[in-house]
């Protein structure tokens, strides 16, 4: 049995939603436009150079590689809890864009959700036909891999064929599933055609957005067509000699174990030659150091060691904040002390588990939280409740606010014991003598809840003393293999995030959409094990309809009716990240008020934060 992490499981989450796709940010088989940069991506500010090796050409950038010494002020050090290892194929097990290779790859686009912005990247245009079976992309003139030869349309139709043709390849489903055939009509141009409408491919699989994102798609044939099928997930990709991976971004990984990896940035990229972005970024290296623990993490920030780790808990944060004013996060200084992320916290089921297969001991186990509670006290009050599988962002909440009367119907953020009580009655529970709930034969239900300590050990503990309060007898447990055990069947009760909706609520639908695994297996996409085939219906019309499109909203409130009847899992609370970052020796970080990416540097979109980052100088 494998001991997945939260991390690693956000990965086969995303594998197992395969057939996820969103739409190209809403165009209806129409050429979308060529979106330049957002202002962030601008010329660093000059600093010394004196305790470089590398000779600087002009104030922005060295122009030898690999850079040897590098000054603090010109390094990036991001804290994170794996090193790359010279693992840098994305078809290979153990294989992480979360350590800092994310920083090797550009995607066709970027999509920034608080800001609601796609960012055109290699891409230049893509255009639906009439019934989105053919996706059309032009890429941009003048691509070059890190090697300096040219990035074709033809590295991304191999790499996707390869991905149909292959069993058993990261991100492989997808395309086994819905692509027909994938072909280079000319250097620049890329046609997909697929066997069944799919408005969102573009969006779905070359469009970086938080964790998601197709990077096996964006990998140089000319390397790759020498690697027979059968060594594709061993083959590592990194030899420093060959100054493998190669990338199209301004970055390259030149030395890796378990400890360090140091991605240097190049003598040359594309994008500066051919005048698309103006300069280079202000980082000449970037340092992915092993993360150890929040203590730790919160002393390296003091000291000014690093300049960003994962996402620390809220009291960590507060303290950390105090003890160094050249510290800040999303929101500045003061709570909930990071954005908002895609992955919204719920009591989960396993529903096809006694007694959490029943609809009414669902309902009661929600009615039997006080969410709020949950935040103030786990969380100091820095955070937010959530009322529906969906994170608040600007369209998701336009959905939300169409269904406003099943959610006054439904309302999952009521605490009420006596409505909990009743349904318990219905569904045949009666109370033993400790007041706890039994069922006809006298005995307690499996409701332990089970809950990573490490990410919910501040809010897991108060769920499960507040079930207990409401007659349920249940235990926080945080096994070694917690996020296993919480996805193949061991748990009837888990904390977990939904891994879906950005832009559309399609994602999300079709976590729900195929069975989940057998009961001793984890469950992928689907970890509650729902089933409805009402929702599964509604599910694939959405599939069929432009995002824009009105029938949308009706498909949603048709879905979300069945859902909220169903609760199939418990909302809780919105996840947040909350991310110290250093402004010391980098400005210029995203925040609420310059949202033009969220901060994490583990998701897809790292290189559009380190494009937005500015050298202060400082030493």
């Known amino acids: 049995m494998s001991n997945l992490t939260r ?4 990965r086969v989450s995303a594998l197992a939603t395969a057939g996820a796709a969103l739409a190209a940010c809403g165009k209806k088989a129409t050429t979308v436009a060529p979106t330049q940069p957002a202002a962030p991506v601008t010329a660093a500010t000059a600093v010394p150079v004196a305790q470089a090796t590398a000779t600087p050409s002009g104030p922005v950038r060295p122009t030898t590689w690999p850079l ?11 804290y994170n809890n794996t090193s790359s ?5 994305p078809f290979a097990a153990g294989y992480t864009h979360q350590n800092g290779n994310a920083i090797l790859i550009e995607p066709g686009a970027f999509y920034g959700v608080h800001a609601d912005k796609e960012y055109l990247w290699l891409a230049e245009s893509y255009k639906y036909s009439t019934d989105a079976k053919q996706c059309t992309v032009t890429f941009r003139k003048g691509i070059k891999w890190s090697d300096g ?3 074709t349309a033809n590295d991304i139709a191999t790499s996707m064929m390869r991905l149909k043709k292959v069993n058993g390849l990261n991100r492989g489903g997808p395309y086994q599933m819905e692509l027909d055939n994938a072909t280079a009509v000319d250097d620049v141009t890329l046609q997909v055609n697929l066997n069944q409408p799919d408005w969102r491919f573009f969006f779905t699989h070359l469009t970086f957005r938080f964790d998601l994102g197709d990077e096996t798609a964006f990998i140089p044939n000319s390397v790759w067509k020498d690697v027979p099928d059968d060594q594709l997930i061993t083959f590592k990709w990194f030899d420093a000699t060959k100054k493998w991976p190669l990338t199209t ?13 140091n991605y240097d940035l190049w003598p040359s990229w594309w994008a500066v030659d051919t005048g698309f972005v103006k300069d280079y970024p202000g980082p000449w290296r970037i340092t992915q150091q092993t993360f150890t623990n929040a203590t730790m993490a919160a002393q390296l920030l003091i000291n000014k060691e690093v300049d960003h780790t994962l996402d620390l808990r809220p009291f960590v944060c507060a303290s950390t904040l105090a003890q160094a004013d050249w510290l800040t996060t999303w929101t500045g200084r003061k709570p909930p002390y990071g954005y908002m992320d895609w992955w919204p916290i719920s009591v989960q089921f396993c529903t096809t588990k006694a007694p959490v297969d029943n609809p009414q001991v669902r309902w009661a186990i929600s009615y039997g939280l006080d969410k709020q509670k949950v935040v103030d006290i786990g969380w100091g009050g820095a955070g937010t409740t959530d009322n529906s599988p969906f994170p608040g962002y600007p369209k998701l909440v336009k959905y939300m606010e169409g269904i406003k009367d099943i959610t006054d119907q439904y309302n999952v953020l009521e605490f009420n014991l006596d409505k909990s009580a009743a349904l318990m009655g219905q569904a045949g529970f009666t109370k033993d003598s400790e007041g706890f709930w039994v069922d006809k034969d006298g005995k307690r239900p499996d409701l332990d809840l089970y809950a990573d300590g490490g990410l919910f050990g501040d809010i897991a503990p ?9 007659g349920f007898f249940c235990q926080h447990k945080s096994p070694p293999d917690v996020w296993a055990a919480s996805t193949d069947g061991r748990a009837s009760l888990f904390l977990y995030g939904h891994g879906g909706s950005t832009i559309d609520p399609y994602d999300t639908f079709y976590l729900y959409y195929n069975p989940g695994a057998p009961m001793g297996q984890q469950s992928g996409a689907n970890i509650t094990r729902w089933q409805n085939d009402d929702f599964k219906k509604i599910t694939d019309e959405m599939n069929n309809t432009p995002m824009d499109d009105p029938k ?3 498909l949603f409130h048709q879905g979300m009716s069945i859902w909220y009847q169903n609760l199939p ?8 990240h909350r991310i110290p970052v250093n402004t010391w020796y980098w400005d210029n970080w995203p925040d609420e008020n310059n949202p033009y990416m969220n901060t994490a540097l583990w998701h897809e979109t790292m290189l559009y934060v380190v494009l937005g980052l500015k050298a202060t100088g400082k030493t």
């Open 7 to 10: 991390r690693q499981f956000l």
């Open 68 to 78: 040897g010494d590098v000054p603090r002020n010109r390094t990036l050090i991001y």
């Open 85 to 89: 290892n010279g693992n840098c194929n």
């Open 149 to 151: 030869s040219a990035f």
């Open 249 to 261: 971004g301004p970055y390259g990984i030149s030395t890796s174990n378990e400890q360090i990896t």
């Open 462 to 470: 108060i769920i499960a003393e507040q079930l207990r309060d409401s």
């Open 552 to 554: 949308m909203a009706d």
């Open 569 to 576: 899992d418990c909302p809780v609370v919105n996840w947040y």
